[in-house]
């Protein structure tokens, strides 16, 4: 990496990524945390954002919090393609020269961090989960889990700018909606050609999310033999939609029928590690336990006090969950507004 | 052990019957897992699924010798016949036999010895298996009836059961002292059956997980009396083992005829593969260790119907036979060469089939556990 001035980068950029005209979920937690950072650091917080037609996000993100909204609208932006937005991003913080970059630990941002930082010549920490301002020099520490979460590194960019990080999704808290804030839209000069990109995206195929990626899901909402037919696990779908989670099953259930074996946890299932899991009627047999017991946060609801999976539950429901499922839901939605 | 008159009949008999009956469709029963009513209903016939039942239950009220010789001569065949054999002969008859009241007796002993009934023997949980003193299941009294909740893994005969011994926590706290034994109607609301494991051996044996929820279990099923249940349940497994045991020696054996008989046939470098050195002595050794296990296990036999406890004898029989019908098997598959490793022998089959005898009803450590704890008590 070359030697740069340092000094004149200023404030906090976060990419809003948007699908099909959409911001995703994880912009908002980016600027949640972006505001905090930009409060200690007493700088702008400020957006990129790329697309085609984009005027109405650009009036959420300002809602959200953000000073300024950077804007590149064309045709040939409205889907995200690895050359056409690497293009347009790195020339904007050569131009705006942004002292920190928040990309969205997405599969698009996932693509898209590591060939700005290569162009713009800087440090870039993936997938983080704690993101702090060191008081000393005002630098940003990015904690991230290493070697599957057994040890948590703490990298710091000292001598490059911006100090880029991918966020994993889910774990910052989200920006507070404010209407009446204001901002200001500034669009980037940019050109885009169509030979600039050497991609083309010929359909989008949205699955029907049936592809189950237990492994990747943050939130795992799991059943067993207590929903007594196939039918319970709508109820867990539900649950499942307002946490962006995914379903997952003990044996007995897949056993029964009720469910595609790809759903099963445990032994001879899949092995996961989700932020939180939650174990619906699920007695908690060891072969189930060896396959969950290493998520973060584990919740049982289960009508037996005495059942084995309260010994790894960290909390712990006893009742019917075809009562307590619904109130979780309905809890939600009430706290969600 | 010298045998009397009635066992080399007996032997004769059954050594026939496995010949005719057995041995031609094991290969096919594996391929359907499952064991066929009409073979069932025959080996009630015969009462090889009750031969220590007194007669006026309807067993052949014959002695432990018979009962040996009876399971040999089956597993030599086919071991997943030998395994529903033993299931009914020891694991159900010999609590019912033992700690049934009279009307159990004649409620469900005769119905198994007819073989109207067929019946589970269910203790090993999903987090319960050698260490059986971990039970979950339980059952709670209300009324008249206990009410039963829990679930029960790898329970032979579970699908096809029209009744199961089931263990279950009567009294939490109490460890095994609050344990009691149930007899549970298959029938009843609330009783399930998990899908039927893939198993490598003995796979026309029907295996899966007992599911209890809710179940309402009259009051008089009770088996003996509160708290016995894990009494009940050693006292049935020390019976069990020694039909397990001449189960592993039959298995042996049936290897062991099977690389006599192809020791003979298959030609190389000129000679038949018996006139290799090698191969003799290979011979000679799985007959010497198979010779003497079976002189355990029949002396065993012996003591237990003197009277003898033989809690150690039965775990050395277990242990030793059933490590041995694993070694023979390998040695036995070793002198097929390749064909070995091919389904259309029938040495592929009893060389998986061997593999479960060191594991279920004890396995071999916990035999090891059991002869140690007698040796240094
Ligand atoms: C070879 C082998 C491999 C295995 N591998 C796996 C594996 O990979 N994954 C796995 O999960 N299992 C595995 N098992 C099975 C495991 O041993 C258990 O049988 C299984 O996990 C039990 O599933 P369960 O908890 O859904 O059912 P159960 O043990 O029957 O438990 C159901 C629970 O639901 C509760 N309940 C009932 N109704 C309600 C209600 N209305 N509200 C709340 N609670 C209720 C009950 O109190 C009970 O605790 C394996 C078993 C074998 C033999
Ligand atoms: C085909 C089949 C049929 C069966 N039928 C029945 C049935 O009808 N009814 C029934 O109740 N059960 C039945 N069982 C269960 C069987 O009895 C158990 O599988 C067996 O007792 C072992 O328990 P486990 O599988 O839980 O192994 P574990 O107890 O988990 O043992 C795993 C290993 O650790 C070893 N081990 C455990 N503890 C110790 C120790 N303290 N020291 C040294 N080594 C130790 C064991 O020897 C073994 O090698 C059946 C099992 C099978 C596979």
């Known amino acids: ?78 889907n995200y393609t690895t050359d056409g937005y690497t293009k347009i991003i790195s020339e904007a913080i050569h131009e705006y020269k942004p002292e920190i970059m928040l990309i969205g630990a997405t599969h698009i941002g996932r693509d898209l961090a590591p060939r700005i930082a290569s162009r713009v010549d800087t440090g870039l920490t993936a997938d983080c989960t704690k993101l702090e301002i060191d008081p000393e020099d005002g630098k940003i520490k990015q904690t991230r889990p290493a070697f599957g979460g057994n040890i948590m590194a703490t990298i710091v960019c000292p001598e490059n700018r911006p100090q880029m990080s991918t966020v994993r999704p889910g774990v910052m808290d989200k920006a507070d909606v404010d209407n009446s804030r204001k901002g200001n839209i ?109 998520s973060d946060i584990i919740i049982a609801i289960n009508k037996d006090p005495n059942a084995p999976i309260f010994s790894v539950a960290d909390y712990g429901i006893v009742g019917d969950l075809f009562e307590v499922v619904p109130q979780i839901i309905s809890q939600l939605d009430s706290v969600r507004g | ?57 309807g067993g052949a009220g014959a002695d432990y010798t018979s009962y040996v010789i009876i399971m040999e001569e089956i597993s030599k065949k086919c071991a997943s016949t030998g395994t529903f054999t033993t299931a009914a002969a020891s694991l159900v008859s010999s ?63 579970a699908p096809i059961a029209d009744f199961a011994i089931v263990i279950a926590v009567t009294e939490r706290g109490k460890g095994v002292k609050g344990t009691s034994a149930f007899i549970v109607d298959m029938n009843l609301e609330g009783v399930s059956c998990g899908a039927h494991e893939d198993k490598m051996g003995i796979r026309a044996t029907e295996t899966s997980d007992l599911i209890m929820e809710n179940v309402k279990v009259p009051k008089e099923n009770i088996l003996g009396k509160e708290g016995q249940g894990f009494k009940i349940a050693m006292h049935t497994l020390d019976t069990g083992r020694i039909g397990v045991a001449a189960q592993a ?87 097929h060469g390749g064909y070995g490793f091919i389904k259309d022998y029938p040495i592929e089959r009893i060389y998986r089939d061997a593999r479960i005898m060191s594991i279920y009803e004890g396995t071999s450590q916990v035999q090891q556990m059991v002869i140690a704890g007698s040796l240094l008590k």
Request: proline share 2%; charged share 25%; net charge neutral.
């Open chain 1, 186 to 294: 500034v669009p980037l000069n940019f050109s885009i050609k169509k030979e600039d990109i050497r991609t083309e995206v010929l359909e989008i195929v949205k699955s029907d999310k049936e592809i189950v990626s237990l492994i990747d899901a943050n939130f795992i909402i799991s059943g067993g033999l207590g929903l007594q037919s196939p039918d319970g696990f709508d109820l867990l779908k539900q649950l499942a939609e307002k946490l962006d989670g995914v379903i997952g099953s003990s044996r007995a259930a897949v056993d029964k029928g009720w469910i595609d074996h790809s759903h099963q946890v445990g032994q001879t299932g899949v092995t996961v590690k989700p932020n939180i899991y939650f174990a619906c009627g699920i007695s908690g047999a060891i072969q189930h336990l060896a396959g969950m017991n290493q």
């Open chain 2, 95 to 157: 609590p019912l036999l033992n700690f049934g009241t009279e009307e159990q007796k004649q409620k469900y002993l005769t119905r198994i010895t007819s073989g109207e009934a067929i019946g589970a023997f269910g203790l090993t949980e999903p987090g319960a298996g050698s260490d059986a003193s971990g039970q979950t299941t339980n059952a709670v009294l209300v009324g008249d009836n206990y009410v039963l909740n829990g679930r029960k893994t790898f329970i032979t005969n």
């Open chain 1, 1 to 78: 990496m070359g030697k740069q001035d340092i000094n004149k980068y200023k404030n906090i950029w976060v990419f809003a990524e948007q699908r099909h005209g959409k911001l995703m979920p994880v912009v908002v937690e980016l600027v949640g945390e972006g505001r905090k950072l930009a409060k200690e650091r007493n700088v702008e917080l400020n957006a990129v954002l790329l697309g085609e037609n984009i005027e109405e996000m650009t009036k959420e993100l300002i809602a959200y919090g953000v000073q300024n909204v950077y804007t590149a609208d064309h045709e040939l932006l409205k």
């Open chain 2, 1 to 57: 052990m010298i045998f009397k008159k009635e066992h080399l009949l007996l032997q004769k008999a059954v050594r026939k019957f496995a010949e005719e009956e057995v041995q031609p469709y094991a290969a096919e029963r594996e391929k359907e897992g499952a064991i066929s009513r009409d073979l069932m209903e025959k080996l009630a016939k015969y009462k090889y699924t009750s031969p220590i039942v007194p007669k006026e239950y």
């Open chain 2, 249 to 335: 020696l039959g298995v042996a054996q049936g290897a062991m005829d099977e690389a006599v008989k192809y020791s003979k046939e298959r030609v190389q470098f000129g000679k038949s593969l018996s006139k290799f050195q090698d191969i003799q002595f290979k011979l000679a050794n799985m007959e010497t260790k198979i010779c003497a296990v079976r002189a355990l296990l029949y002396k065993t036999a012996e003591m237990k119907e003197a009277g003898m406890s033989i809690t150690k004898e039965s775990a050395m029989c277990k242990y030793m036979a059933a490590e041995v019908a694993n070694e023979v098997a390998y040695d036995a598959l070793q002198i």
